[in-house]
């Protein structure tokens, strides 16, 4: 995990970049893992986003690693931050 730019910690997560044909500018997301609840339920951007689209932010565990799927519209729609 890391701090935020106030100093609270954030989850561990990974920060995600899609570039795709098609798209004109890349889209950005975040990956967080299933098996840290506690740091995911304090943190902040976590916090900050609505069920069920904060679903689409979490990782599922599958095997011995994990799945992150990403859609870029539709109803299950990944959550896309403006950076």
Same mark, same amino acid.
């Given at each position: 995990s890391v701090p935020d730019r106030s100093g609270r910690?954030?989850?561990? &997560? +990974?920060? $995600?970049?899609? *570039?795709? =044909?098609g798209l004109l500018h =890349? $889209?950005?997301? =975040? +990956?967080? *893992?299933?098996d840290e609840v506690s740091a995911n339920?304090?943190?902040p951007v976590l916090a900050g986003i609505?069920?069920?689209?904060?679903?689409t932010l $979490?990782?599922?565990t599958e095997g011995t690693g994990y799945r992150f799927d990403?859609? +870029?519209?539709?109803? &299950?729609?990944t959550v896309f931050f403006a950076v």
């Open positions: 910690p954030q989850a561990p &997560h +990974l920060d $995600v970049s899609v *570039f795709a =044909r =890349r $889209v950005v997301t =975040r +990956l967080y *893992f299933p339920a304090a943190d609505a069920e069920p689209a904060r679903g $979490v990782a599922a990403i859609a +870029l519209q539709g109803e &299950h729609e």
